[in-house]
């Protein structure tokens, strides 16, 4: 029975995190740098072969600024290619990251297992760093003022350090190799999940309303 549990979590940790030998931070940066050119295979991020995202490094054009529909078409065309298809109002990047806790749906913070030869990685979609809370881009120009590209998050499955604070009833617990009696069992963790673009009503306009009904009253 013990041997059916940890083939299952293994099962769905295959499907939300890699856990894979780390011998050098350079080996890191090889296998980060090599994950934005391949596909993911997990179908949350719904990437076919190359990834056509963003860099960090690589700065947007006017992040924020209104932009006439001229210099939005130019823009559409520099950022269009024969690897990338289309253009994000909220640019996103892919990112490969190996955090030593999180926290769950209940916003308490979780322990994630890891030892001197093993990590937990996921893959995070993260809003560019140049327009993370600014105007989304190709807005008209009566709402873009009141857009703004918003961090998404969503939740996945990890192996994390068992504590009655948060013990999750519905996973049992087992023990971990040279743990020194800690359990560990699976729970939810927040990722991040994209880059997504959100129009709020324009207050000033909501005021004004608000004001000529008590005038008219």
Request: one cysteine or more; proline letters at 4%.
């Given at each position: ?8 979590i ?50 947007l ?6 932009r ?5 078409q ?91 604070s ?34 709020m009503?324009?207050?000033?306009k ?12």
């Open positions: 029975m013990f041997f059916i549990f940890i083939f299952h293994l099962q769905v940790l295959g499907l939300a995190a890699v856990i894979h030998q780390v011998s050098s931070y350079e080996h890191f940066n090889d296998t980060l740098h090599e994950s934005r050119f391949r596909g993911s295979s997990r179908k949350r991020h719904s990437h076919e072969g190359r990834y056509d995202g963003y860099d960090h490094n690589i700065p054009s006017y992040p924020g600024m209104y006439t529909l001229r210099d939005n130019l823009l559409l065309r520099q950022e269009t290619s024969k690897t990338r298809s289309a253009a994000d109002c909220c640019p996103t990047v892919l990112e490969m990251v190996e955090p030593e806790g999180g926290k769950n749906q209940d916003g308490i913070y979780v322990e994630l297992y890891r030892d001197h030869n093993y990590r937990q990685r996921f893959y995070e979609l993260s809003c560019h760093k140049d327009i993370l809370n600014k105007p989304c881009r190709f807005m008209d120009k009566k709402l873009h003022n009141q857009s703004m590209c918003v961090q998404q998050h969503s939740y996945t499955y990890a192996l994390v350090k068992d504590t009655p948060h013990r999750n009833k519905n996973f049992p617990t087992f023990p971990a190799h040279g743990s020194g009696g800690a359990t560990y069992t699976l729970d939810y963790i927040s990722v991040r999940s994209g880059c997504s673009c959100v129009v009503p324009n207050k000033k909501r005021k004004m309303k608000h004001k000529r009904k008590n005038d008219d009253e």
